[in-house]
């Protein structure tokens, strides 16, 4: 079936007719336009699954940056109802007439142009000082803006090599709402966001592996933040979880949606996604049959296999003799391509799963450990027991990963660090990832429901927490260096986690406190003991030094006859709130970088062009004035 042009018109959404005339005879040929929602009944569906947190605490104003057509911004006024709707877009020549059009009929509307390179725009706080509406009494405190929702649509042409990225303004938004500018100049607002999807899975990621500074910073301030439609839920995150974490969240996020009395519109559920197909031919060296997502050349090992059946039973039927037969011989020879190439799959499969499991039980006996050496009444040899058992099932496992190939080994530690960062606590209320703690399955966007047709998009929802350590913390401070220096910190630490996020923690802690032994910066940081490797000290004198009752599970403390080691834990896999101890502790340490450039550089970032720049010029009045400082 040939795939629709993306500029095929529908008479369902009359929508495109207009949008076809606009974009493809303006810009065809020029650059790619953004997506824009023509489904009516997208809009009311989306609406719909989202009242129960637009309508709690209902914002009176709304800030809609880059609007486009206007449709999807109408549908949530006539929704909310603002007193204000500010309509933010750089490109009035093409979109101009549409908004006009809404802003006759409608007084709260109001529509200011922005320069067309918006996102490197140098004025946004004084655009923002000179409109962004003031907040009715007892709406906002400063921490949070209950009365702003943000609407944003970044799906815009990004050209090649460019800093400014969907995902990357996202982090931007994140950064201001921090520092109380832009829009969050009155308290930290609400956003809804439309976004490239594979922008979108890296401000919601659904494998630790994509993990990064748009994820860590939503994850730090947000108390609500999930995907509320999507154009596909496949894809390549689905081959970096294991099959078996993926079922029991997708059964997580049912249980909330049931909970939370959450209906499940009729249409908008996902295809499923599929699994692999059992080998009909194990092959020499047979391993048992591993649940994961099915891939496209497995998809095409089925197929063949119904047409080799197939063909034999024609040829059955006719009596002719098989050995003969041309083309089921080409097909058999596809056939066991596909064959030993699923075998392989299924091998490397129940290797990497052997490894996540096996260490799975290690990190059980280490936090028994754990406990049993918090505890005064345990008996020494209990714990030299405990140690030697620790001891074995690591050599066991040192041993099973050198005898299986080594393409296994690094999706292997992906997935202990998948197993880790969703079932730390054995909850996956309590996961790293927002993904993992969803309130329900994002809704399925049709194809055609966005023009130009078949643009992978997905939709985003977020709200501050102000409850949140981090913005506690800088809450409770003063303006001015202390927690300006605080904040750059914070943001810096957090963007180099994001690009080196399969770093271990013993490197990152040994860039971070040079010289400073782990034992000692996990007595400081005691969130991280819980993550940490744990044996007892080789000058372990037989006598248990912990104190009962405890209040906190002892797995969560320092115990002083333990050694700790994190070298086997990935950075990505940590908590933000680990994360957000190790910043404090840091900006606590008398040999601390002085500079968030001196930051990146020990922990070996890397800055754009763009950044770089930032940090390197102090900016002056005066179109031409400043200076480049010397670091």
């Not at 007892?138 to 943000?150: E, Q, Y």
């Not at 007595?523 to 030094?545: C, I, N, W």
């Not at 080691?565 to 040999?591: F, G, H, M, T």
């Amino acid at each position: 079936m040939p795939k629709p042009s993306k500029w095929a018109r529908s008479p369902k959404y009359p929508l495109t007719e207009h949008l076809y005339q606009i974009l493809y005879k303006q810009q065809a040929g020029k650059r790619l336009p953004r997506s824009h929602i023509v489904s009516e009944k997208l809009c009311d569906d989306v609406l719909k699954q989202l009242s129960p947190y637009l309508l709690r605490n209902k914002p009176t104003d709304i800030v809609d940056l880059l609007p486009g057509d206007g449709f999807w911004s109408s549908k949530v006024n006539n929704f909310l109802k603002p007193r204000q709707h500010l309509l933010f877009e750089s490109e009035l020549p093409i979109y101009g007439d549409m908004l006009n059009q809404l802003a006759a009929n409608n007084p709260s509307y109001k529509i200011i142009e922005i320069q067309h390179n918006w996102v490197n725009e140098d004025h946004w706080n004084t655009i923002f000082a000179q409109h962004l509406p003031v907040p009715p009494p007892n709406t906002a405190d400063g921490v949070i803006n209950d009365s702003l929702l943000v609407l944003a649509n970044l799906t815009y042409f990004v050209p090649k090599g460019s800093h400014f990225t969907p995902s990357r303004e996202w982090a931007h938004f994140m950064s201001k709402a921090l520092r109380g500018l832009q829009f969050h100049r009155y308290g930290m607002a609400r956003i809804l966001a439309l976004m490239p999807t594979e922008e979108g899975h890296l401000v919601m990621p659904r494998s630790v592996f994509d993990r990064k500074r748009p994820a860590l910073l939503t994850e730090a301030i947000g108390k609500v933040a999930f995907s509320v439609a999507n154009t596909t839920d496949g894809g390549a995150w689905t081959r970096l979880r294991t099959w078996d974490l993926m079922t029991k969240s997708a059964s997580r996020a049912a249980e909330r949606a049931a909970e939370q009395k959450v209906e499940v519109i009729e249409g908008r559920e996902h295809p499923p996604i599929l699994m692999a197909p059992v080998s009909a031919d194990p092959g020499k060296k047979p391993a048992p049959h591993v649940p994961r997502v099915r891939h496209e050349w497995q998809q095409k090992y089925i197929e063949v296999l119904e047409l080799v059946k197939q063909r034999e039973a024609e040829l059955k039927a006719s009596g002719s003799p098989p050995g003969k037969d041309k083309r089921l011989t080409a097909l058999h020879q596809h056939y066991k391509r596909y064959q030993v190439q699923l075998n392989q799959d299924n091998r490397r499969w129940f290797g990497r799963i052997q490894l996540t499991e096996k260490q799975g039980e290690i990190d059980e006996m280490e936090r028994e450990l754990a406990r049993a050496a918090a505890n005064p009444q345990t008996d020494p040899q209990t714990l030299k027991d405990l140690d030697s058992k620790i001891a074995l099932m690591r050599a066991d496992w040192a041993k099973m990963r050198e005898e299986l190939d080594y393409v296994v080994h690094e999706r292997a530690d992906l997935y202990i660090d998948e197993m880790r960062a969703a079932l730390k606590t054995g909850s996956l209320d309590d996961a790293v990832l927002l993904w993992d703690r969803r309130p329900f399955e994002p809704l399925h966007i049709k194809h055609d429901e966005i023009y130009p047709v078949g643009a992978p998009c997905t939709m985003i929802y977020f709200e501050p927490n102000r409850d949140s350590p981090l913005v506690k913390a800088l809450e409770s401070m003063e303006r001015g260096r202390e927690k300006h220096d605080l904040t750059d910190v914070t943001e810096e630490i957090l963007s180099v986690v994001g690009m080196r996020n399969s770093l271990s923690v013993n490197e990152f802690l040994n860039a971070l406190f040079p010289e400073r032994p782990i034992n000692d910066i996990v007595k400081a940081v005691p969130s991280l003991a819980a993550l940490a490797s744990k044996r007892l000290k080789k000058d372990f004198d037989g006598s248990v030094k912990g104190s009962n009752p405890q209040e906190t599970d002892p797995i969560y403390t320092y115990q002083e006859i333990l050694d700790y080691d994190l070298s086997d834990v990935r950075i990505r896999s940590v908590p933000l709130l680990v994360l957000w101890d190790l910043i404090l502790e840091y900006s606590k340490w008398p040999a601390k970088a002085t500079s968030t450039r001196r930051i990146n550089t020990i922990l070996g970032g890397s800055m754009t062009d763009w950044q770089s720049a930032i940090l390197s010029f102090n900016f002056k009045a005066g179109k031409a004035s400043g200076k480049v400082d010397v670091l």
